[in-house]
């Protein structure tokens, strides 16, 4: 047998370890406590268009054979908010792929391209011009995963675009270490308390407004799940009835 004797600096090093541990089980529980709260709050989302669904089905039953109307009314709304259904599973599977770093391949991308397959794909689908503003000279390659970083910008410009209906600019600016892609829109704005909360899956300011515009209120959490997996961050610039600029940095 060896006598294992605890010196002064053994319970500290045991403290430590203890103190580590603790650290350990309260990040577990707090990712537990997240889980928790995304499946409930997915579960209620999804519950919203299921029960119209239902209610409509048990129309057309009742009542869809004799009155045509009924039958056009309830065909539109089930086809909605099966849509609508289809678009919130569809988010939460990106966003599960995207927590997962190890699912991003990078290779060189050219961030201008990129920048203006966006614009060109939202300006033909909103009907409205989007203007893209670069620095110059810029070095424009960065290392990224082109589709996931398409997305995260896509759904910023997306955002400008549903709530803002005056002029977008996007800037495009080089910061040695990384590239700063800035949209700035002249909408509504965010409160303090709000920008806080925007990355907050399932977060929505103005609910009937995002459900309107067809969002869902995950945009901005795969937006930061993108960003944080590319080793970048994003940062939020907002005044209430001003307008917000959201910049993304994203390492070179
Ligand atoms: P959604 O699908 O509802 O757009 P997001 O996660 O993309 O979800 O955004 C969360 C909420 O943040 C939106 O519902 C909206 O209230 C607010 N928001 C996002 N972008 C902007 C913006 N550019 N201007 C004002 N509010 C915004």
Redo the contacts with the bound molecule.
């Keep these: 047998w060896e006598k294992i004797s605890i010196t002064a600096n053994g319970k500290d090093e045991i403290a430590e370890m203890q103190l580590a541990y603790n650290q350990m089980i309260d990040r577990i529980d707090e990712n537990m406590a997240k889980q928790a709260r995304f499946v409930s709050d997915a579960s209620h989302e999804l519950k919203t268009p299921l029960s119209v669904i239902t209610s409509y089905t048990e129309l057309l039953q009742r009542r869809g054979k004799e009155r045509t109307e009924i039958f056009d009314e309830a065909v539109d709304a089930i086809l909605s908010e099966a849509g609508r259904m289809k678009h919130i599973t569809e988010?939460m599977l990106m966003l599960a792929k995207n927590e997962t770093i190890e699912n991003v391949r990078f290779a060189p991308v050219n961030i201008t391209d990129l920048i203006r397959e966006v614009v060109r794909s939202l300006s033909i689908a909103y009907n409205r011009d989007i203007h893209l503003y670069e620095e110059s000279p810029l070095s424009r390659m960065v290392s990224a995963d082109k589709q996931k970083l398409y997305q995260a910008i896509y759904?910023?410009v997306?955002?400008?675009c549903?709530?803002?209906d005056k002029e977008i600019n996007i800037y495009l600016v080089d910061k040695e270490e990384h590239v700063l892609i800035s949209?700035h829109?002249f909408?509504?704005?965010?409160s303090e308390n709000?920008q806080k909360l925007?990355?907050d899956?399932?977060?929505?300011?103005?609910?009937a407004?995002?459900?309107k515009?067809?969002?869902?209120?995950?945009?901005?959490?795969?937006?930061k799940a993108i960003i944080d997996a590319h080793g970048g961050y994003i940062t939020i610039d907002?005044q209430l009835k001003k307008?917000?600029t959201?910049s993304i940095h994203i390492p070179k």
Excluded: P
């Excluded at 909408?187 to 965010?190: K, N, R, W």
């Excluded at 899956?201 to 609910?207: E, P």
């Design positions: 988010q759904i910023l997306d955002n400008a549903k709530y803002s949209v829109d909408g509504d704005g965010l709000d925007v990355f899956r399932f977060y929505r300011v103005d609910k407004r995002s459900r515009a067809g969002g869902s209120g995950l945009g901005l959490a795969i937006c907002s307008g917000s959201f």
